[in-house]
């Protein structure tokens, strides 16, 4: 999933450098969105740790 994001991101740089703002806009959108909500995947899930 981490690496998805990342592709996102390099993919957005690349269209920013060719001249595709807007397209670079909606992927760097689509990431930092999906990486919150991975973030929230991970902060909330319960930890099974037996003490």
Sequence with gaps: MMSLIFLLLLVAML???S???ST???LF???V???LYWFHHHAT???SILL
Aim: with cysteine; glycine share 12%.
């Design 19 to 21: 001249g595709k703002k």
């Design 15 to 17: 269209c920013t450098f």
């Design 45 to 47: 899930d319960p930890l």
């Design 33 to 35: 969105i999906i990486g």
């Design 24 to 26: 670079s806009y909606v």
């Design 29 to 31: 959108t689509a990431s």
